[in-house]
């Protein structure tokens, strides 16, 4: 009986079929008057056609990526100037670096944060260094943030507390850390700053916006503020030389911001920040390329060599560098290779202007680098092979001895002096020396000095002698 009465409920119930969606007029009319728009907001309208741009965007994209196969686009062509995408380009990182710059640390800031470091670390009784443990340091983060604000929070991540040596109580010093945000923030700042007078946003600074940096520079450099103003643009333009040569290896024209962020000129000029010269010595003074001290006296040299006084360098002229000791073959491979040839095209018209001396200075004074050995070895290398064989060491050495004999020095054999660089080096070629041995062997400086200066080779003749003088005063 229940049996039946169900079966028969079920078969009236699909007898009465549910009409579909589509054929009922109100979702006709609802449909129709949603897909008109006249039922959204504008904001949904705005979206909507939002929503439609960047689908056609995106095909044609797509359209385009099919035609042009798997090679993907690889050059994009800069704005014009004074176009309405180059105005929102340079809007747009001008907000950008302003907002990067408000949140770098301020130098009330980083007081606020070493007097927190301070409070709230504890003594060594064996060192007496101020250290602080990880409980420590996110406690102090934690003071640094009411006091300071978020903007400190990112120095006190776990990782960071992981970069510094610790002891056995698994503390770490809170003078390092101290230094580490500080030279993050100073990091920051210079990399904003370069960015900004990056004219072109390609990551690069050409010589005159270096040279703008520079002296945007000078005024919170101590060391630099009381430089007379006309000698203002020889120094930026001495200064900024350093940074390309080191920076620009190809001498393409310009220096990879980053390269620059990392390199140790950086850190040389910014030494320049220490408050009293009383403390640094001349010597140290005179070594340091970004020194007043150091500009007067490139310009000096540069003036005193410069005979005729029109504003190059002779052969003639140059071989009075260093009171004469470098060697007339090596004097005629720079002008071969790092001197330009004057426009007239005459034979006497290759001269060395002033870059090109800034060139030659900083690769004589930093011989160990790779970039001045670099400048020394296209010299060493007489017939551009790239290497050095036997015969050209002993072309080479042969002005040096005939200056060492002149100096009146006791007679060497060449070929005493030629083995000897031979052990020096190891290259491994036997039979040839190319600028990867030099480097590898740590003493390129040292033998290139000893091929092209009679000094350099009489300072490595001598080098126990002298060695000696070095460590009686210390022992005094």
Known sequence: MYSGSSDGESHEAAQRKIPPASSMPWVRNLRRYIGSGAGL???ALMELETKRILLDIFKEKQQKSAEAGTIPSFYKKKPEEGSISHRVQRLAKYRFLNKQSDLLLNADDLDAMWVCLRENCVIDDATGAEKMNYEDFCHIASVCTEQIGPKCR????PSNFMKFEKDESGRIAILPFYLYVMRTVSLTQARIDMSELDEDSDGFLQPHEMEAY???LIPNLAQLRDMPAQFVQMYCRIAAHKFFFFCDPHRRGKACIKKVLLSNCLQELMELHQESEEEVTDTEQAENWFSLTSAQRICDMFLALDKDMNGTLSKQELREYAEGTLTEIFIERVFDEHVRRGKSGGGNAREMDFE???DFVLALENKDTPEGLTYLFRC????GRGYLTTADIHSLFRDVHQKWIEGGNYELCIEDVRDEIWDMVKPTDPLKITLSDLLSCKQGGTVASMLIDVRGFW????????????EEPEEE
């Open 41 to 43: 907001g504008s904001e």
């Open 154 to 157: 990112r120095f006190f991540s």
């Open 214 to 216: 520079i002296r945007g």
């Open 356 to 358: 090109s001396f800034l």
């Open 380 to 383: 060493l290398d007489l017939h």
């Open 459 to 470: 300072a490595h003749d001598n080098r126990e002698n002298l060695l000696q003088e070095e």
